[in-house]
């Protein structure tokens, strides 16, 4: 029996609640571990580039909690997506629907605590006297394009880590490496102009450039970067929709 457009986001819902639910499963603190990471990295990067290795960065915690928020969602749904179709082994064996539902619910379900760690990011601008202005607008286009990025890269990593069971290995350390090449606790200018373009083709770094225009400088993010950043992020979904749909065929095979 065939399934529905009713069905698959009854499904999609239903994943994305399980996950929900076992994340914070026998947590006495329960949502308020997604503001943990943030304030704690936060707190010690603060400590380090203000105390040890001071910084000439203005309102630097604010300035750090721009870049560590859009970078946690990008790297935790990453590697969550990665896992997904592993992880969710007996639905794909047993239920018969769109594949493509599974890690794009897991991206979905981290977008939850994207939102809730935003709320801190707000609270904070506001604490060091940030104000509301028109080009807050462009935060859901910006914020938006990530998640469409980020469930790119989930589609094409989920279907390979079927076959090849070390690509989640690869995420971990390839999200390693990202946190020191996205600009978290330094500027895009403080960037060698060698390097410029390696950052310039970075999503990520984008992602972080754009909301620091936004909140930080009170201006729309570059014309240049957001058409890059639109083309990566739909470029990347497009990619991620093929290779997943040409692995997707023998998934009951080797889960």
């Given at each position: 029996m065939s399934t529905t457009s009713h069905d698959h986001?009854?499904?999609?819902?239903?994943?994305?609640?399980?996950?929900?639910?076992?994340?914070?499963r026998n947590m006495s603190l329960g949502i308020f571990?997604?503001?943990?990471?943030?304030?704690?990295?936060?707190?010690?990067?603060?400590?380090?580039?203000?105390?040890?290795f001071p910084t000439k960065i203005?309102?630097?915690?604010?300035?750090?909690?721009?870049g560590l928020v859009?970078?946690?969602?990008?790297?935790?749904?990453?590697?969550?997506?990665?896992n997904s179709i592993l992880d969710n082994a007996a639905l794909v064996k047993k239920v018969r629907f769109h594949r493509e539902v599974i890690p794009i619910s897991v991206v979905l379900g981290n977008v939850i605590h994207f939102a809730i760690q935003l709320i801190l990011l707000m609270l904070l601008m506001f604490w060091f006297g940030g104000a509301i202005n028109r080009h807050w607008f462009w935060l859901p286009v910006v914020f938006g394009l990530e998640i469409v990025f980020v469930c790119g890269l989930a589609l094409a990593f989920s279907a390979l880590d079927v076959y090849y069971r070390d690509i989640r290995y690869v995420v971990e350390s390839a999200n390693l490496v990202l946190?020191?090449?996205?600009?978290?606790?330094y500027s895009h200018d403080q960037v060698p102009k060698d390097f410029v373009v390696f950052y310039e083709l970075n999503p990520v770094a984008a992602v972080v450039q754009a909301c620091r225009m936004i909140l930080l400088e009170a201006r729309s993010p570059l014309h240049s970067l957001m058409i890059k950043l639109t083309l990566v992020s739909f470029g990347s979904l497009l990619f991620g929709f093929v290779l997943f749909g040409r692995l997707k065929k023998r998934f009951a095979d080797y889960v």
């Open positions: 986001l009854y499904i999609l819902y239903n994943l994305i609640a399980k996950d929900f639910k076992v994340r914070y571990w997604s503001l943990m990471n943030p304030l704690i990295m936060m707190a010690v990067l603060s400590y380090v580039f203000t105390r040890v203005h309102n630097f915690p604010v300035f750090l909690l721009i859009p970078f946690n969602f990008f790297s935790l749904a990453w590697a969550s997506g990665t946190f020191w090449m996205v600009p978290i606790f």
